[in-house]
């Protein structure tokens, strides 16, 4: 039969001990305190396995946190994968055939942006480079909302039609 009082008197007597073996084995609080909770529930249902030999109550406490948690941060190592599975991780960056395509595609949208009217092109950049909203560009060039409005799906259209030649 368990007692309660016993082990409640156990845990104050040893915690902190125990707690501090935990810490200098992970390194991390919040784990330690996890580790040392599982500790605890480990000699709770094991604790008829405890035999009388030249170790002591306290060596064997010591031994059973620190196994438990050096079994912890080998679970932890085991979770990371080992240098050689970064070989088959995809390069997310674009290669260099991606590069000059986009490179030509940037030139080529410059170019339709430089044909139309500075004021159109800089409220085109604005709104979809920079991601101004309307009432800024509009408050910008001095012009109202609707004509701001009015400015930039005209542009987009005339952009379109450039691209498309």
């Given at each position: 039969m368990k007692?309660?009082?016993?082990?409640?008197?156990?845990?104050?007597?040893?915690?902190a001990k125990l707690f501090g073996v935990c810490l200098r084995v992970l390194g991390e609080r919040a784990e330690a305190e996890e580790a040392l909770q599982e500790v605890y529930v480990k000699i709770w249902t094991k604790a008829d396995r405890y035999a009388?030999?030249?170790?002591s109550p306290i060596s064997w406490l010591v031994a059973v946190t620190r196994n438990h948690a050096i079994d912890r941060l080998r679970a932890r190592r085991r979770e990371t994968a080992g240098i050689d599975a970064a070989l088959n991780v995809a390069d997310p960056g674009s290669g260099p055939e991606e590069m000059a395509v986009a490179a030509g595609e940037k030139a080529r949208i410059h170019?339709?942006?430089d044909e139309l009217e500075k004021d159109r092109a800089q409220a085109v950049r604005g709104a979809y480079l920079k991601g101004e909203s309307y009432a800024q560009l509009a408050e910008r060039h001095g012009v109202p909302l609707n004509t701001m409005k009015t400015w930039l799906r005209r542009s987009l259209m005339k952009l379109k039609e450039c691209l498309e030649r």
């Open positions: 007692d309660r009082a016993a082990f409640d008197l156990l845990y104050r007597q040893t915690s009388v030999s030249d170790l170019r339709c942006l």
